[in-house]
């Protein structure tokens, strides 16, 4: 049996602090840098509003197609009956596994490999989710969890699974429950019309990362509503149409769209000097560049894009200053 202190993983609003949240120490900015990233985070770099043209800047790379269609995901079928769950791990190799369920109580579904577990919110009326496969190459022990009482939860259903990614892309390369999206998804067509002129990588990832802060707006109403929420799960559709939402929202829209261009993007959630904020950026991997007056996304290697924070211009509180930065989630 575990306590919800254990499984308590979801990320409400920018802005919660944790004074114990540890530092990496260095200066990292909030576009990207060209030395390696990695999940540790690595790389500093200037915001956005150094360029007077955010569509600016050298692009590099091989010719760049666009993927045909998004390949959508294979879910676990939805139960029928109470209580009955079910685990789908026949694309695991594909960086993602699925899972529903039928329960009266709350549902948690957890993805544990060797000492790190991940655990997302289950709809316990047989709606299916995705979560990445990522921790990389290895065991893997899925397991649904039910709330008994209080903060305890039971193990009702369990898999191992033993995981050999086609590429270390792939948990970034597809839908998942926290950058969610169809070949019919709004974001997906929005993707495809910015890229439609893009000669390389590097043109793709100004297109989006230009569209996004130029267009969407950081919602500070919705962060205070969420600064002590737990549960929260971005919608790229929704904030693509409304153009304004928090942290994760940016992120997820972000990772969305590069996602079904194939590009490799991934949801970082962590924290942000300097009062320790708990915050949502990217970290995107292009075989190419963009150089833009004073950050640079080099070839192949992570960098990270705070969309959040060049699209603010660094103007809000809830999003910290753009320097130091403490990865704990890779979604």
Known sequence: MLSAAVLALSLAGCGGSSESAPSDGAAQGALGATSNAGSEGAGGATNASESDDPLGGETSGPAYSAPAAVEEPTVAEAPKDEPQCAIDASCASKGYVSAAAVNSARLKLQVSSGDMSY????????????????????????????????????????????????????????????????????????????????????????????????????????????ADATGYVPNPDETLATEKGICFDYASLAAAMLRSLGIPCQIVTGYVSPDNIYHAWNMVYIDGSWSCLGYNIGPNAWTRMDLTFAASDGGTSEIGDGTDYTDRYVY
């Open 119 to 226: 655990n997302y919110d289950l709809p316990s009326d047989g709606t299916p989710i995705v979560a990445p496969l990522n921790m990389g190459n290895g065991d893997y022990e899925i397991r649904i969890m039910q709330n008994t009482q209080g903060n305890n939860y039971v193990e009702i259903a369990a898999e191992s699974v033993s995981v050999a990614l086609d590429s270390e892309f792939e948990p970034y390369l597809r839908p998942n429950q926290f950058c969610n999206y169809r070949n019919d998804s709004q974001a997906v067509a929005k993707a495809r019309e910015l890229a439609a002129g893009a000669t390389n990588q590097g043109d793709v990832v100004r297109a989006v990362y230009s569209y996004i802060v130029q267009n969407v707006t950081y919602d500070t109403q919705k962060a205070k509503e969420l």
